[in-house]
């Protein structure tokens, strides 16, 4: 017998009911946005880890651990150094649930 393929997105969707998984998705899916707009932005820049954390004070392991959600606790603070050394705005907003 043959087996059928799940796809990502149909075996996400059934998860996704589980109220525990869903609270711990959504919580590593901000995370992983997070990680990925500082690492285009800082390639879009063409600033290399090693010159971003010297604009943030830091080391590149620092800036390595937090694009690829090794870092366990990003504040808000090094946000907003991150942004303002990307020659950017930290914008931060509350929006309805859909």
């Known amino acids: ?7 990502l997105n149909d075996w996400l969707k059934g998860e996704l009911r589980n109220k525990k998984f869903k609270k711990a998705f959504e919580a590593e899916d901000i995370r992983a946005r997070l990680a990925l707009l500082i690492a285009e932005k800082r390639q879009k820049m063409g600033v290399s880890q090693t010159e971003l954390a010297r604009r943030i004070h830091t080391k590149q392991q620092v800036v390595s651990d937090i694009e690829t959600l090794r870092h366990p606790n ?10 303002k050394a990307l020659h950017s705005h930290l914008n931060i907003s509350f929006r309805p649930v859909k």
């Open 1 to 7: 017998m043959k087996k059928k393929k799940l796809l």
């Open 74 to 83: 990003i504040t808000i603070l090094t946000l907003d150094k991150i942004a």
